[in-house]
């Protein structure tokens, strides 16, 4: 083949038209990687790196905690912890970072179940791990029926009720929705808020999410199909008593949300909807991370990892741009979105919010990243989401609380 290349019997345009073959099966190789990795299930394997207290410092009614650096404990913003006793899983709180020298890293210990100990090992997470238990909180382990099988969930009691469907019975619901490729653990910093809200939390999982049903296809829709899931947790809600639902999405959690919306029969009963990192349009999420990541002809690349997600997994992109429609929303909503998100790039929801000021009230959390509001400051964001429930499903009987809604507020 090197003797036919240099040879200059060998024609120009055959020369040519090797290379761009050549280019194309590259481009379509790339092409096939990114799209299987979009959308074929694998299991969630997160690393949860341990750290090591170092020191202890208590003065002026404050305790500072020195922990051994790792990718977690140097991360923006609160910080979890938990560690086993024989008592049970114990759980603290840490503020933002105060200082990083070398191999260390200093924050201030915000909340703790029990006294933090020198050398002890702890396990460093921004999102949470264990079950409601370890945040105090009564739950239970339940399943949701759906259509490719029963669905894990954690029904969580409202602070007033006891735990169980029946107790439930009566109350107002929230359903929380993870993100792609998520756990429910990512939703347990914001349940104790909505436990203390008198709401019951119906934490699910859907279709091809971990310790879900696999589907056949063994692929994820983008919302397309799992709006469906969530329908089912609505009727499931309905089934035992809900008064007034509310939703909850993060990240997909969020698409899916939406997608409920635009799609299901029972879209009417829902009273509000809270949406944090939403991804709110595929393809071009699909774009950003090919420049991000700085592929090749990254316009093009993207346009092709696109066409074989639609090859792979039948993708409708277009039930899952919810941007395109979104005049046609009615419900409140509330979204939260970090300007350094390197996921779902913070453009998509301020077009979303800039257009709905009528149903919409943002919150932009300045160096935020994904899903990482609630960390940059998790009293201004509880006391919000506090705020646009009550408001939401404040009784008609009662004084009309203050609109809220169009607002646009920087954190």
């Known amino acids: 083949m090197s003797k036919n290349l240099k040879n200059p019997s060998f024609p120009l345009y055959a020369r040519v038209l090797l290379g761009v073959g050549l280019g194309l099966g590259a481009l379509l190789g790339v092409g096939w990687y990114f799209a299987d990795g979009l959308v074929h299930v694998y299991p969630v394997r997160r690393r949860v790196y341990r750290t090591r207290v170092l020191g202890l410092e208590e003065g002026h009614g404050h305790t500072h905690v020195t922990l051994t650096r790792t990718p977690t404990t140097e991360r923006p913003g609160v910080v979890l912890l938990e560690w086993t006793t024989p008592s049970g899983v114990q759980y603290a709180q840490l503020g933002p970072l105060l200082k990083k020298r070398g191999l260390e890293t200093v924050r201030e210990v915000q909340e703790q179940d029990s006294p933090l100990r020198l050398g002890q090992s702890v396990r460093a997470s921004t999102v949470g791990l264990g079950t409601p238990a370890q945040r105090g909180l009564r739950h239970l ?9 029963p669905a ?6 409202a602070h007033d009720r006891e735990v169980g469907v029946e107790a439930a019975d009566g109350s107002d619901w929230v359903i929380v929705t993870h993100g792609y490729r998520g756990l ?9 808020t909505l ?9 699910i999982t859907y279709r091809n999410a971990e310790g879900a049903p696999v589907t056949p296809q063994g692929v994820y829709r983008l919302s397309a199909e799992e709006w469906q899931d969530l329908e089912e947790a609505v009727r499931y809600a309905e089934a035992h008593g809900a008064k007034r639902i509310l939703l909850y999405g993060f ?24 949406l944090d990192s939403p991804a709110l349009e595929w393809r071009a999420l699909i774009t950003y991370h090919a420049v991000r990541y700085r592929l090749p002809i990254p316009l093009v690349l993207s346009r092709i990892v696109a066409w074989l997600t639609v090859f792979k997994a ?6 899952v741009d919810h941007l395109s429609v979104k005049d046609t929303f009615n419900v409140p909503m509330l979204m939260f979105h970090g300007s350094i998100d390197k996921t779902v790039p913070i453009g998509q929801v301020e077009g979303f919010a800039h257009a ?17 509001a609630w960390n940059k400051n998790p009293q201004l964001y509880e006391q919000t989401v506090r705020d646009f429930v009550r408001r939401v499903l404040s009784d008609p009987a009662e004084p009309p609380q203050p609109a809220g809604l169009g607002r646009e507020k920087h954190v």
């Open 251 to 274: 990240s997909m959690g969020g698409s899916i949300s939406l997608a409920f919306l635009r799609y299901s029969g029972l879209a009417g009963r829902i009273s509000g909807v809270l």
């Open 141 to 149: 382990d339940v399943t949701v029926p759906g259509q490719h099988g």
């Open 184 to 192: 429910r653990q990512d939703t347990l910093r914001i349940l104790p």
């Open 356 to 372: 709905r000021p009528d149903i919409v009230e943002y919150h932009r959390y300045e160096g935020a990243g994904h899903e990482q």
């Open 152 to 157: 894990p969930a954690w029904l969580v009691a």
């Open 314 to 319: 039948r993708q409708d992109f277009d039930a």
């Open 195 to 203: 436990s203390g809200l008198g709401l019951t939390a119906l934490v």
